[in-house]
């Protein structure tokens, strides 16, 4: 006995941490899982009655609420994401090569991450009221009018998007910046005795080199984005607000479960987003393994 303990020891140290991680997602997820296949409402105490797939059935044909939701979900995520990708590139270029304050600029590019995100959606909030806000001021100084900002319902969800991407490009650029450091500098000392132009190192040697740390970057801020939400409640409050405007699947589940009440179709949407997580995060794992190949 012993000797197997101490060939197997590294996993027998790591037991105990990975059943307790297992547990803490296992059961919540299962939890949701059986809400779903049930009518809970009300109460999780109430009793409920088994009613099989009839809420995914309900919710996958729900075009009113549901499935604008998905694409609000899948354009935030999918804008958000490019902008903070190329601005977070680009600073993180700027970034690489040493500098006079180099220390002071990159502490004031990663002030935004300071913040939480109900804090800055606060913030934000306030510079854009339409009436005493900050940003409709400095548009009247060069002569352009008030804009509805977070107040409209076709400029709601491109102003959280810009609230986003304030916040989180920082994220992106710690990342990219990481994965330039730790890249060699002789490729680029031989493209540059090549006569290469700076487009054509970035291109040819740069971006190939640091492409699984894109990948990464691209994971990590993908996922926190497609859940995002306290920066849309805090902007727009129940249902994304009046017209749902900006109401996301995580604002719509949230919406279900604490203003109706509504635990199983609640839960139907969790797990439907879940398996939407999952499937990207399978996606991006399968490229970055194809790009280490």
């Not at 990159?106 to 909030?125: N, Q």
């Not at 992106?172 to 002789?186: Q, R």
């Amino acid at each position: 006995m012993s000797r197997w303990a101490n060939e197997h020891r590294k996993w027998l140290f790591a037991a105990p941490a990975m059943a307790f991680v297992a547990v803490l997602i296992i059961f919540p997820v299962a939890w949701t899982g059986y809400l779903s296949l049930t009518d809970a409402e009300g109460s999780v105490r109430a009793e409920s009655e088994f009613i099989g797939f009839q809420n995914y059935l309900d919710v996958l044909t729900d075009t009113d609420r549901f499935w604008p939701a998905v694409w609000r979900t899948v354009l935030f995520t999918g804008v958000v994401l490019l902008f903070e990708v190329v601005l977070g590139m680009a600073i993180a270029l700027l970034l690489w090569r040493p500098f006079r304050g180099e220390k002071w600029v990159r502490v004031a590019i990663l002030l935004p991450l300071v913040a939480t995100p109900v804090a800055v959606g606060m913030m934000w909030r306030l510079i854009f009221d339409p009436n005493i806000g900050m940003a409709n001021q400095l548009l009247g100084w060069i002569g352009i009018g008030p804009q509805p900002w977070l107040a409209g319902q076709h400029s709601a969800l491109p102003t959280t998007m810009f609230i986003d991407i304030w916040q989180w490009t920082p994220m992106v650029v710690l990342i990219l910046l990481a994965g330039l450091t730790s890249l060699s500098d002789e490729p680029q000392e031989a493209a540059r005795i090549d006569g290469a132009s700076s487009w054509q190192r970035f291109r040819h040697v740069t971006l190939p080199l640091l492409m699984p740390t894109v990948i990464v970057a691209i994971l990590l801020r993908g996922i926190d984005a497609l859940k995002t939400f306290d920066i849309l409640y805090a902007t727009k409050g129940r249902g994304g607000g009046s017209f749902h405007e900006v109401e996301t699947l995580n604002v719509y589940a949230y919406g279900l479960s604490f203003d109706y009440n509504d635990y199983g179709v609640s839960s139907t949407v969790l797990i439907i987003f879940f398996l939407i997580i999952i499937g990207v995060m399978w996606a991006l794992t399968y490229r970055k393994k194809g790009l280490g190949r």
